[in-house]
């Protein structure tokens, strides 16, 4: 009986041993971690669409999205918190100026999305400059002030106003005649306003020569983009052909994306006007494809803002070198032209 069992010991012993080996090599799905900027919209479609249609799936991911909280997803991805997050090209850069060790690895929307809007009936407001001397309802973030100032002073104004720090009250503060001006989403805040009957007359930054910007993006811890270079492309071309559907097919793309968060949306007509704007105005680069960066845009509106002095380093100090802003983002995880 003795040197049965020992055999049949042994025979467990190696099995577990398999097993272990099998749990130890990192077999079954990757976990990745994806903070979001805010609760579930139309600047996350891609990311839902990619994991409602088992995109991620198929790609050996097991992807879970993080629950907006306080904190910035340019922190958590940079902490470690998460692989990668939803970002935007103006916060980005005080961040990564910062320390922050990210990296940008697909544009999302081209284009700026937000724009300068009062109310539509706000006759004595027909350009940048009439906001001299008004109220600027904000957000507390770091690049809202000198952004408005530059567009105000390029439409001929001074660009001298006064802030209030609201957070998303701002709208209603904007709607009540609290505030001049704040920036909404076009493609969001903007159609909303419209459907509430109090629609806003916006000014876009790009037409009194600000420079253009990627104005969302999905970025990825820097270390762990080094060290797992293939999943990494895995994760970010699955991601970017849920956002190349948005594109090809904004009512599909908006129906997962409601499909994907049952309860979080009231208005689905909302969701699908915007991102039906999305896929005519934002999502694509000059060429037509989803996804690309260029370092002309890089340098166009973070170097603008290196320029103006507002940037602070890891000691909080102004920077004084330019950075290099080839690093700061890469095209290496997208899918090449077809």
């Given at each position: ?34 903070a979001l900027d805010w609760t579930p919209n139309t600047n996350h ?256 509106y973070s170097g603008w803002v290196f320029g103006t002095g507002a ?28």
């Amino acid at each position: 009986m003795k040197p049965v069992r020992a055999r049949a010991l042994a025979a467990l012993s190696a099995v577990l041993a398999l097993v272990l080996a099998g749990c130890g090599s990192g077999s079954g799905p990757q976990p990745i971690r994806v903070a979001l900027d805010w609760t579930p919209n139309t600047n996350h479609t891609g990311l839902f669409v990619a994991q409602q249609e088992g995109w991620f799936r198929e790609a050996g991911l097991d992807v879970q999205f993080l629950p907006y909280n306080n904190t910035s997803p340019d922190t958590l991805v940079s902490s470690g918190a998460a692989e990668f997050g939803i970002s935007f090209q103006d916060s980005f850069t005080f961040s990564k100026a910062a320390g922050a060790d990210i990296t940008s690895v697909m544009a999302v929307l081209q284009h700026w999305a937000t724009q300068i809007a009062v109310r539509a009936d706000r006759a004595d407001i027909t350009s940048p400059k009439d906001l001299d001397g008004k109220t600027y309802g904000g957000f507390g973030a770091a690049y809202e002030e000198p952004k408005m100032r530059a567009v105000i002073r390029d439409a001929g104004g001074t660009g001298t106003f006064r802030t209030v720090v609201l957070g998303t009250a701002a709208y209603e503060a904007l709607y009540a005649g609290q505030v001049d001006f704040t920036e909404p989403f076009v493609a969001w805040e903007g159609i909303e306003a419209e459907m509430r009957g109090q629609p806003l007359k916006t000014f876009s930054y790009t037409d009194y020569g600000f420079p253009d910007a990627y104005n969302v993006l999905l970025i990825g811890n820097s270390p762990w983009l080094q060290a797992h270079p293939d999943l990494a492309a895995k994760f970010v071309q699955a991601a970017q052909r849920g956002y190349q559907l948005a594109a090809d097919d904004p009512d599909r793309a908006a129906q997962l994306l409601i499909d994907a968060n049952p309860g979080t949306f009231t208005e689905p007509d909302l969701v699908r006007r915007s991102q039906e704007m999305l896929a005519d105005r934002f999502l694509r680069d000059e060429n037509g494809r989803v996804g690309t960066q260029t370092l002309e845009k890089w340098t166009g509106y973070s170097g603008w803002v290196f320029g103006t002095g507002a940037l602070t380093g890891p000691d909080g100090a102004p920077l004084t070198q330019r950075p290099d802003f080839t690093t700061w983002f890469s095209d290496d995880y997208v899918a090449p032209p077809a």
